[in-house]
């Protein structure tokens, strides 16, 4: 691996900011279980999920910059970690802990109960985390340059135009306000269609 010498992190390690605090944690409690729910309800529906961690940092860049006042880019941070670490945590365990339930009808186990369900992905949660702390430096801080985590690139963006505020936030929030609007116009009310579907006679196949 080639170690990127001209990496910085945006905040400084001698500066002193608030980050993992009260509100941090429990606006990230909050928002791992509202798209860890969601998340185990669309991925048993339809076989897929949706990434919670842009949401979370939009969310979380709204609630406290906007909201609360507060101009602290790492608490943001946090909380879009914290809300991530949830929907990631529900994906690993309904696309694994069904199998338990379909050996349960065939008779090979037990049926599994709400505390052994929460036991395994206890488990599962912490070792992604001892897992991801020894390769953190080798992938993210050797390889920043390298590797280009786009998903995580889109998270810092949102939370840098929150911390640089002016026209960039308004533009984030702007996309926020627009998307809420078409989705009420398209699910609320249903002026507009969701599916749009035209036939050509000519080609019936």
């Keep these: 691996m080639s170690e990127n010498k001209e990496f910085k992190p945006y905040i400084p390690a001698e500066k002193i900011t608030p980050e993992f605090t009260v509100t941090s944690i429990i606006m990230g409690i909050i928002l791992a279980i509202v798209f860890g729910a969601a998340n185990a309800y669309l991925g048993l529906r339809v076989g897929m999920t949706v990434s919670a961690s842009i949401p979370a940092a939009v969310i979380s ?18 909380v879009q970690t914290i809300g991530s670490a949830g929907e990631s945590l529900a994906a690993g365990a309904i696309f694994t802990m069904p199998a338990l339930f379909l050996w349960a009808e065939e008779g090979l186990c037990d049926m599994p109960s709400l505390v052994e369900i929460t036991l395994i992905a206890l488990c599962g949660g912490v070792l992604g985390v001892l897992f991801m702390i020894p390769l953190r430096n080798a992938l993210i801080v050797k390889e ?11 998270c810092a963006e949102v ?3 929150g911390e640089e505020g ?40």
């Design 61 to 78: 860049m709204g609630v406290i910059r906007v909201i609360m006042k507060k101009n602290s880019i790492l608490e943001s941070n946090i």
């Design 144 to 154: 920043h340059a390298t590797l280009l985590y786009p998903e995580g690139t889109a």
């Design 159 to 161: 939370l840098l135009a």
């Design 166 to 205: 002016g026209s960039n936030a308004s533009t984030v929030f702007s996309g926020m306000g627009l998307a809420a609007v078409f989705k009420f116009l398209v699910d609320g009310i249903k002026v507009i269609p969701a599916d749009v579907a035209a036939q050509f006679k000519a080609f019936k196949g």
